[in-house]
């Protein structure tokens, strides 16, 4: 199995529609449009459409990765807390012979909802074509590779493979990141000094392989 995704928050904001939704929990990111699509018109889907494209990690116990429950104050029983309502596989507070708790696994225990890991600590970086002059700033995810950051780039630049990459003119290690390649992670001391335009982004030049010049 290859190595997962990372993708940043903003990514996972972008799937905030009940034909398109993604949540991140607990450190990861899941593709929650199949359960939609399984459970089209049911009321328990709500509180999942209502966090569609959002960070779920408080309706979890972060040491058993299960619900977080509390106790009823009727009833004195441990049940699941949903303070935005019960959701898809939570069990009715009290004994409902029509609820149907064959589905197996719950979703958020389901490893097939998984596309990848959310990024701890996203940067913005600003990548210079030294051959057309176009600068691009993107955002990427501090964990990614240099070859990973260029998977993002190749939108703007398509032969982005044929170029060497440098940073203060020296070559990158493209199986490392940026943290790896000696590019640190300036974000809080321009935060400090409120430097927060492009203009002070560490820059990545990229130089042209001319095959040309090969004899």
């Keep these: 199995m290859g190595r997962q995704r990372y993708f940043t928050p903003n990514e996972v904001s972008l799937h905030n529609t009940v034909d398109d ?13 199949p359960l939609c699509e399984k459970y089209k018109g049911d009321v328990l889907l709500k509180p999942i459409i209502q966090s569609a494209g959002k960070d779920i990690s408080h309706w979890f116990n972060p040491k058993t990765k299960e619900i977080r429950t509390h106790v009823d104050p009727l009833t004195g029983c441990v049940i699941p807390y949903c303070p ?4 898809i596989h939570i069990p009715p507070p009290y004994p409902d012979a029509d609820w149907a708790n064959d589905f197996g696994r719950p979703w958020w225990r389901d490893e097939s909802y998984l596309v990848g890991i959310l990024s701890k600590k996203t940067r ?18 501090s964990e990614e590779t240099m070859s990973e ?8 630049n398509a032969h982005a493979a044929s170029y060497t990459w440098k ?15 000696s590019i640190p992670d300036e974000d809080e001391e321009f935060y400090k000094l409120s430097m927060n335009d492009d203009t002070f982004l560490q820059a990545i030049h990229l130089y042209f392989n001319d095959d040309l010049t090969e004899d």
């Design 21 to 33: 939704l993604w949540v991140s929990f607990l450190g990861k990111v899941y593709n929650l449009t």
């Design 167 to 181: 940073y203060d003119g020296n070559n990158l290690d493209m199986n490392k990141t940026l943290e790896e390649n």
């Design 149 to 156: 950051i260029l998977s993002r780039y190749v939108k703007y």
């Design 124 to 141: 913005n970086i600003k990548i210079i074509n030294t051959l057309t002059s176009q600068e691009q700033v993107i955002e990427v995810c």
């Design 84 to 87: 935005n309502g019960r959701f």
